[in-house]
Structures are given as C-alpha cells and as structure tokens.
C-alpha cells in the first residue's frame, strides 16, 4: 500500500465552525507533514511531524492545530478561520524526516473552503 | 526561498521527449535534485531525484550537469496524461517548492 488517504475532499465552513482534516498513510512512514496551497501557486510547509512529535511548525497561525495521535494518523483541527484561509491542504509522508533521499508521498488533499 | 528557476511553461507533441530545464546555481554538496509533478486539482507526485549521478526510473530520466548547476526532466514519450505543473526541488531537508513548469502536451 503506497497510498496517502485524506477525508473529506472537499469541505466547506464558515468562521465560527471547528472542523478537522484527517490523514492516513499505512506504509510504515514515520514523518508526516501537513502542506498548504493557495490556488495557482506551489505547496508551503506547515507542519512536520516526526515519530509523532511535532518538528516544525512554519510559524502558523494558532487557528490550525495540528495533531498526530499515532504513527499512521495526522490530523488537522481548524477553528476561527478566515476566508483567506480557503485552500488546498495536502498531507504527505515519508520514511523519517530530513533525509533527502526519502521521498515524500502526497495524498489527494481536501479542498476547503471557509464562508 | 525556492532556489531553482523553471521556465513558467512548455509545450510538446504527444509521442515526443519533453524535456523540462531547471537552473539551481547555487546548490550546495549535500543537496538533493528532486522532482515532482502536480496534475491539476490532485496532490504532488514524486518523479524522481538524484545527487551527482544521471537517474532514471520508468517514469523519466534525470540528467544532472557535471558542476551540479542545471539539471533536465526528461519524460522519454510525452502522453495527454502528462500535462502537469513540474516542480523541480533541491533539498537537503524540507520540500521547498518554486513556481513550476506547467507543461501542455498536444496531440
């Protein structure tokens, strides 16, 4: 299994809501991440975990809470977002973090878009 | 920062050898050459990546000039299913990705 599931595709909110993005991987990968993508512009880093510990956190906002309950599951707790916070989220693994030569699988990501 | 610079986009026949130029000039030792590719609305794919030494996989080919400076995607028989914005990454660490190429493959 070289797949990285990610539920729901597509998700929309509005500002007072609190919703979570859920990410799976099952191929034994002990670094998750947790990217955003505006429309038209590359993926940035938010997040990284690395044996379920939080590694790096790209300075972002406190109103995306990143959670890693296991070492196949990443979670993404959103509250209080604006509608600039609409985006792409991708979720990736790899092997272990900061290892160049492991390469990092992507899931599908969840749409989201905050009314 | 990014710190690679792609052309902002490509177009190649279906059946024919895209190649897609990525200029890193100031790419340290220890930096890997990786790329990916984004097919719209779907998550990034890994192509493929290399340090020193010419890579290639049955997805494409990766040739990597001798001072490191620039390095070339190479997809050997370009198909429709092939156009995608192409990324390519140095790293030796996190994923940084640039602007892309977005490549167009005609029939």
């Known amino acids: 299994d070289t797949e990285v599931t990610q539920t729901p595709k597509h998700l929309v909110m509005g500002m007072t809501n609190k919703k979570s993005l859920k990410c799976e991987q099952h191929m034994g990968h002990r670094a998750m991440y947790w990217y955003k993508q505006k429309a038209k512009k590359p993926p940035e880093l938010m997040f990284v975990?690395?044996?379920?510990?939080?590694?790096i956190n790209e300075s972002v906002p406190s109103r995306f809470s990143p959670e890693c309950p296991n070492s196949s599951l990443l979670n993404l707790h959103l509250h209080a977002l604006q509608p600039e916070d609409s985006a792409l989220y991708l979720c990736a693994s790899s092997q272990v973090s900061g290892n160049p030569y492991n390469e990092q699988f992507f899931g599908p990501g969840t749409r989201l878009t905050v009314l | 920062d990014a710190k690679t610079t792609q052309p902002p986009s490509m177009d190649c026949a279906e059946g024919r050898a895209a190649n897609l130029p990525c200029n890193h000039s100031t790419i340290s030792g220890n930096e890997y050459v990786y790329w990916y590719r984004q097919i719209h609305s779907q998550g990034p794919q890994y192509i493929i990546h290399g340090l020193k030494n010419n890579e290639t996989n049955e997805m494409a080919s990766l040739i990597i000039t001798e001072d490191r400076k620039s390095s070339t995607l190479i997809l050997p028989h370009a198909t429709l299913r092939d156009t995608a914005v192409y990324y390519c990454i140095v790293r030796v660490g996190k994923l940084i990705f640039g602007t892309g190429t977005r490549l167009q493959v005609f029939p």
């Open positions: 975990y690395s044996y379920e510990k939080l590694s």
